[in-house]
């Protein structure tokens, strides 16, 4: 792991729906307050205002970026360019997951950047950082189909091959997104870590106390359900296995669901929920992928 991306993994370190110690007192909370509960875009609490910058980590070729949305919205992101001197023909769109700014990420997309030669798209969902407005499962996905379009769209990327990455809520939004783009041929491959299976069913082992409201959840990101849709494009799932708030086994029922010709699994028996990124092997199997997949 480098001293860059493990220096700065204390950032990491952010809740999923809320910590155990008072999940008792908010499961009430859930059909009334779950956007908060789900979204918790304000931790930490400078999470809103104070956004890591590229060129803090020694990130010199990138722009930031405020993307407009259809629905009237500003999104905040970086756009980081790959390494030169081993440049892939690959733009990584990067989901970040359910707290913090994508600052937060940098460190990982450093690595993606410039170990591995890959642009990187980080895109900031609306109500997080210094993007407008406020998450729901709707705008989340309005959001990420703005990303797509950005990168369809600008002259540099066409023709790259585009890779969907989502860690946690990330991973729900990439599989959503992806669903949703079958037919334009250009999703080149999807990469997935510590991802659940559904909102509603991830709630009784992230926050036990609201398990009898678990039906009630609007905010339902199915993607039990809309993984199976994608067969055609290759996906890499990352799993921790001592992940404490998405059971690894939701990952690997995923895994079993997933019709992909081309499913590869790789799990990290030391790795929690926020920590997989930082065990070793995790940046070897995404290169691996990529290589196997698309060439050096």
Request: a positive charge; charged letters at 20%; aromatic letters at 10%.
């Amino acid at each position: 792991m480098s001293s860059t991306l493990q220096s700065f993994m204390s950032y990491l370190r952010v809740p999923v729906l809320a910590s155990s110690g008072i999940a008792a007192l908010l499961s009430g909370l859930l059909y009334f307050k779950q956007n908060e509960l789900i979204y918790p875009r304000n931790f930490p609490p400078d999470a809103r205002t104070s956004v890591p910058r590229p060129s803090q980590f020694g990130i010199t070729d990138h722009e930031e970026l405020f993307i407009p949305t259809l629905d009237g919205e500003s999104l905040s992101a970086f756009y980081i360019r790959a390494n030169k001197q081993h440049a892939r023909n690959i733009t990584i769109l990067m989901f970040h997951g359910n707290a913090g700014n994508i600052g937060y990420r940098l460190p990982i997309a450093k690595i993606l950047q410039h170990d591995l030669g890959c642009n990187v798209l980080m895109l900031q969902y609306r109500g997080y950082g210094l993007s407008s407005g406020t998450p729901n499962e709707k705008g989340l996905m309005i959001d990420a189909q703005t990303g797509l379009d950005y990168i369809r769209q600008r002259s540099e990327l066409r023709g790259t091959r585009i890779i969907l990455y989502g860690q946690s809520l990330g991973g729900a939004v990439s599989i959503a997104l992806a669903s949703r783009n079958l037919k334009q041929g250009d999703l080149a491959g999807l990469i997935l870590e510590n991802t659940f299976l559904s909102i509603k069913k991830l709630i009784p082992s992230a926050f036990p106390p609201a398990r009898y409201l678990a039906p009630l959840c609007h905010q339902i990101w199915p993607s039990e359900e809309l993984l199976p849709q994608i067969t055609k494009i290759p996906i890499l799932f990352l799993s921790g296995l001592r992940d404490e708030i998405v059971p690894a086994s939701q990952m690997a029922q995923l895994f079993k669901v997933c019709r992909a010709e081309t499913k590869i699994w790789k799990e990290f028996p030391q790795g929690s929920h926020n920590d997989t990124v930082a065990e070793p092997g995790y940046f070897t199997y995404i290169d691996d992928f990529l290589s196997d997949q698309f060439g050096r």
